[in-house]
T-cell receptor, first 116, second 118 residues
Framework: EAGVAQSPRYKIIEKRQSVAFWCNPI?????LYWYQQILGQGPKLLIQ????????DSQLPKDRFSAERLKGVDSTLKIQPAKLEDSAVYLC??????????????FGAGSRLTVL | KNQVEQSPQSLIILEGKNCTLQ??????????LRWYKQDTGRGPVSLTI?????NTKSNGRYTATLDADTKQSSLHITASQLSDSASYIC?????????????????FGKGTKLSVIP
């Protein structure tokens, strides 16, 4: 089966600019996650969708980050304006659901953001 | 607060040798524990998932153990290969109610960076 697709793979911007990342999950996966992984750290959940609804966005810096999954399939994560500390890899993951304890997340390759 | 601590932070071993990575957690209520392998520039890939009742699970040369009493897990790699060079992340799932009517929340460790050298 096709994996989780993400683009772009790499992005370099200056602080205060904006950037958008796109994710297409595995077909049929209802749950979609965006994680931020800073170098040397484990992934940190930014937002979780179930179909086109938000399940958890408690750690999303809403003053600058936004995400949508309008049709319940692909998703976009936007940062505006970017700060230096936003430099990280943004990982998208999907799973069949989230109410099962055994749900397995499949991750995309990530989008590496460098803010200068 | 749910936490997952991994050790060592980094490890260098010779090709063909064995190694063991450690994971300690304070996550409640515990649902399961997963080990992921993350190659440089790639997303994490699941190696094993263990529930409370399982104390060992293998996936090829990877063997994970779980001691739910002491809240410790280990990942043992046998006969290491150059392709084992990666970060290994321990992830613990807990049942929570923060995200609506019951869901499972994942807590990630920072990972152990393993380098296998010829």
């Amino acid at each position: 089966e096709a994996g989780v697709a993400q683009s772009p793979r790499y992005k370099i911007i200056e602080k205060r600019q904006s950037v958008a990342f796109w994710c297409n999950p595995i077909s049929g996966h209802a749950t979609l996650y965006w994680y931020q992984q800073i170098l040397g750290q484990g992934p940190k959940l930014l937002i979780q969708f179930q179909n086109n609804g938000v399940v958890d966005d408690s750690q999303l810096p809403k003053d600058r980050f936004s995400a949508e999954r309008l049709k319940g399939v692909d998703s976009t994560l936007k940062i505006q304006p970017a700060k230096l500390e936003d430099s990280a890899v943004y990982l998208c993951a999907s799973s069949l659901g989230y109410r099962s304890g055994a749900n397995v997340l499949t991750f995309g390759a990530g989008s590496r953001l460098t803010v200068l | 607060k749910n936490q997952v601590e991994q050790s060592p932070q980094s490890l260098i071993i010779l090709e063909g040798k064995n190694c063991t990575l450690q994971c300690n957690y304070t996550v409640s209520p515990f649902s399961n524990l997963r080990w992921y392998k993350q190659d440089t520039g790639r997303g994490p890939v699941s190696l094993t998932i263990m529930t409370f009742s399982e104390n060992t699970k293998s996936n090829g040369r990877y063997t994970a153990t779980l001691d739910a009493d002491t809240k410790q897990s280990s990942l043992h790699i046998t006969a290491s290969q150059l392709s084992d060079s990666a970060s290994y992340i321990c992830v613990v799932s807990a049942y929570g109610t923060d995200s609506g009517a019951g869901s499972y929340q994942l807590t990630f460790g920072k990972g152990t960076k393993l380098s296998v050298i010829p």
